[in-house]
């Protein structure tokens, strides 16, 4: 198993059934010096089969909100609590993400973002170690000790969310301005232009 960048994870074994169900393991995905750092349940169907975080609906859902306040996917790092696909896209077990947990917490270590935000209940109550009503405590910020630091998460619902409960979009959308605002990206103005800054070079 190599883990050595602190960001790439190849040859894990740890989850006997996740093995079987894989058909590789999906890594983040981003700059590893990023202010904003997303982190996910776990890969889907199309990330399985792509090897990358959040390149199916939930992922158009993600990077068009972030489009719209001027910021692009190349710009932040996003990751999963477990690397590999769960058959039948089940939640991970306890022990499954008790398996992964090294894995991410030396990433947010190597990436040190200015900001963490958790995507829904897993992600949110897995790192922040406590039951979360997530929709609650959509778009605050908690000082939380992860991996050897402390860090500020944010919490959001998951983009997915957005597609089976419309009434989340706004949930999802003030999490995602505050997130964008934390961590100094996107052109300032909410205005949903769409200009990036990566325009102005
Ligand atoms: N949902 C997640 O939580 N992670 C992914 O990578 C894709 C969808």
């Known amino acids: 198993m190599d883990h050595m960048d602190g960001l790439t994870v190849s040859g894990c074994e740890r989850c006997p059934e996740l093995c079987a169900s894989r058909s590789q393991i999906v890594n983040g995905s981003g700059p590893a010096d990023a202010a904003l750092l997303f982190v996910g349940e776990a890969p889907g169907a199309r990330e399985d089969e792509q090897g990358r975080p959040f390149v199916g609906r939930s992922g158009d859902v993600l990077w068009g909100a972030l489009r719209e306040r001027g910021v692009l996917r190349e710009e ?31 990433e947010l270590d190597r990436v040190d973002p200015d900001l963490v935000v958790t995507l829904g209940k897993v992600p949110t109550e897995h790192l922040l170690e406590r039951d979360v009503a997530v929709t609650k405590e959509a778009g605050t910020v908690v000082e939380h000790r ?21 009434s989340q979009e706004e949930t999802f959308g003030a999490a995602l301005d505050e997130a964008v605002a934390l961590a100094g990206l996107g052109d300032g103005t909410g205005d949903g232009s769409g200009q990036s800054r990566l325009g102005d070079y």
């Open 146 to 166: 992860l991996g050897g630091a402390p860090r500020r998460v944010l919490v959001c619902v998951h983009p997915a969310a957005t597609l089976y409960d419309r």
């Open 76 to 106: 932040v790092r996003i990751t999963n609590c477990v690397r590999c696909r769960p058959p039948e896209n089940r939640d991970p077990t306890a022990e499954e993400l008790a398996n992964c947990r090294d894995y991410l917490e030396a």
